[in-house]
């Protein structure tokens, strides 16, 4: 039986799993106080924005383009934060954020008196050099040796901060809150002292809150702590905890090749529509699947693009893999559709959504124009 009848390869957004984890986020808003913004970043699936809009408080953009699409589609708060804003784009910018964090005071210099002068609430990004993730992810490490996020001790300067109305930080990725109490303290015993008249702190993204093992009561405590003793209006922003759990890609075996092993290739590709599967890297759940050898039959799957290290994994099947068969990888509405290329010239992945009711819809299909219209 097909997972799905719509045509694959496809992005299907689980509907009903989206509202259970943005019930969850609500919750943790309501009983924290705190108010907490998609991270587009990791989903921009616009289509869902006035879903997603019932339960969260706005968006959060990296720049321009997600700040207007935020705006735009989904309305609320808008809040952005870039590494370095451009003067071409600050312009504009101002038409659509809210919120506006600076990651340097040189930054705030340039652009702080146009946010201001446009009523917009201005933000410092921090570095609490606070490094609590696994030294395998050090890519994903704000607190990193040499990171370019966030301002640091030593380049703080407290006599730059009249018109900062908050600050700003965003260290974890995909962690549990203990890493983020260990976060606070961290930036407490550093810039603790700066808070004084500031209106809000805004804790960044990687809250897994969405998780089974998520301790949920702990994150809302630190909140409620940080809200008193700070009095300001704290700020989540997380993007994967969004979807986790709530997307699927599935694609369509189209051939079959041995050499050493026995090799799928799929109407998919880890390069183009995973892209961080080959980047992370890490391996995707996919159904009814097992470990190498764990199962009757073992199967590389791979992408049918050029690109020989175009494979997604090793896993093994109850029974052969045939021609037109669908493999359905999970996890798959995080940093996927916001990542997809055509490299070359493979077709993006329809994007679909697979309603409360049990129906699968395409709300997207995309063809040789979308591939064209990148290059010229
Ligand atoms: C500034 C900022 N906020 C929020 C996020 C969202 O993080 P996540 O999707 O891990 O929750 C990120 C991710 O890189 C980020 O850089």
Known sequence: MKFTELPTPCFLL?????????????????????KILLAQKAFSMFSVYPLIAEYL?????SGLFEARLGKEHFG????VFSPAYTEQEFGELLQYADHIVFNSFS???AYGNYARIAGKSCGLRINPECSTQDPDHAMYDPCGPTSRLGVTLENFQPEMLNGIDGFHFHTLCEQNSDALVRTVAAFESKFGAYMEGMKWLNLGGGHHITRDD?????????????????????YLEPGEAVVLGAGYLVGTVLEIVHNHAHIAILDTSAACHMPDVLEVPYRPPVFRSGQPNEKAFTYLLTGRTCLAGDIIGEYSFDNRLLVGDQVVFGDMALYTMVKTNTFNGMPLPNIAIRRVSGTDEVVRAFGYEDFKNRLS
């Not at 408080?57 to 953009?61: E, R, S």
């Not at 609320?76 to 809040?79: F, R, V, Y």
């Not at 998520?214 to 704290?234: A, H, M």
Request: aromatic fraction near 8%.
């Open 14 to 34: 689980d509907e009903n799993k989206l509202i259970q984890n943005l019930a969850v986020l609500r919750d943790v808003a309501q009983r924290s106080g705190a």
């Open 76 to 79: 609320k708060e808008t809040h």
């Open 214 to 234: 998520y301790d949920v009561e702990k994150l809302v405590s630190l909140i409620i702590y940080l809200r008193r003793k700070y009095n300001v209006e704290v």
């Open 107 to 109: 930054q705030w210099k």
């Open 57 to 61: 408080d706005g968006t959060t953009a």
